[in-house]
């Protein structure tokens, strides 16, 4: 077993995920685009293990992460292998498309326990802390969505479920169901949040406040605009856009929003912040907010963007200088 640090849980902010027991890391791991992906298995162990050491304790994932899908759990299971499983949240989630043919997406019962075993087995897992509901299902009905879910903890694969990409109307459905049927609750949703995606102010936060659950919001940095990558050039080396087969690269070649990072970054370079830790931030100061969730190439990211916590707050001034700008 890998020895870690002994004072890795005194700096980390840990905070109750919406009214229920377990606490998340105020900074989370994800492997979305880098573990299993363009990032090398050496590197994913340092970045994993550096998290550790930092008071990350939460680790998240999906079905589909990687290249090929899955590759992600694969990866990352052998690394989790080495560390203290009772120390670690691992999520994992079901719902975008895995395998062809018609049980290989979207939320049936067949689909979300399939995936869940084949999940944990990747992992080299008995059991995931939380697993989640990827996207909303227009065409299966809330009751099999949330039994499934149920059955998923009945069995002891999954300690807790979450709803991901779900909007308010969804979010307070599947709850009332839990809710009135005695099944197990969604204690938190993971959601598309960053400075210049805020559509999920616009009732999906206080819905989740209102029915008890945890947020965590994904894409903190809105895939490397709010860092300092790209406010001297548009396109640098090192970069998602300089990957052309990124799908997120698109949505990172706005000019508007490259000039309101840099007008952000002068903000943050007075409250002595990198322009991603007071992004990170930002989103932490809202009390519906249990945690954000990064994604790190290089444990020197991880670090960055954990010494965020030691500025956490904002003046009015701060606040109100920061709604111009992206308003």
């Keep these: ?34 573990y299993g992906g363009y990032v090398d298995d050496a590197t994913s162990k340092r970045c994993l293990f550096r998290a550790f050491d930092l008071g990350i304790t939460h680790f998240d994932f999906a079905n589909n992460y990687g290249e090929p899908n899955g590759n992600a759990e694969v990866v990352c299971g ?38 869940l075993d084949d999940s944990l087995k990747r992992l080299q897992l008995d059991y995931v802390d939380i697993f989640y509901a990827h996207r909303p299902d227009p065409n299966t009905p809330t009751d099999e969505v949330m039994d499934a879910l149920d059955q998923a903890v009945r069995s002891g694969k999954a300690l807790y479920v979450g ?8 979010t307070i ?15 938190i949703n993971q959601v598309r949040y960053h400075m210049f995606e805020r559509t999920v102010e616009q009732g999906t936060l206080q819905a989740c406040a209102e029915s008890g659950m945890g947020v965590i919001a994904y894409c903190p940095l809105a ?20 990957r052309s087969t990124d799908i ?24 002595g912040q990198t322009l991603a830790q007071m992004a990170i931030v930002w989103l932490l100061r809202r009390p519906e907010m249990t945690s954000v969730l990064i994604g790190a190439s ?15 707050k904002f003046t009015d001034e701060e606040l109100a200088e920061i709604e111009a700008i992206l308003n």
């Design 1 to 34: 077993m890998q020895s870690f640090s002994q004072t890795r849980y005194e700096s980390m902010v840990y905070n109750r995920c919406g009214r229920w027991g377990v606490k998340l890391p105020a900074v989370s791991l994800g492997a979305w685009q880098t």
């Design 78 to 115: 052998k690394i989790i292998k080495e560390m203290p499983r009772n120390e670690l949240l691992i999520s994992t989630k079901a719902g975008f498309y895995m395998w062809p043919g018609p049980y290989g997406e979207w939320l049936s019962r067949k689909y979300l326990l399939s995936s």
């Design 163 to 170: 709803l991901s990409n779900h909007d308010a109307a969804d």
């Design 173 to 187: 459905a599947k709850n009332a169901h839990a809710v009135a049927y005695h099944t197990a609750r969604p204690i």
């Design 223 to 242: 895939q490397g605009l709010l860092t300092d990558k790209y406010l001297e050039s548009a396109k640098p080396a090192d970069s998602r856009l300089s």
């Design 248 to 271: 997120c690269a698109k949505r990172l070649g706005n000019r508007e929003s490259i000039d309101k990072a840099r007008k952000l970054n002068a903000i943050a370079q007075r409250r």
């Design 298 to 312: 290089r444990p020197e990211q991880i670090e960055e963007n954990v010494a965020a916590l030691k500025n956490a």
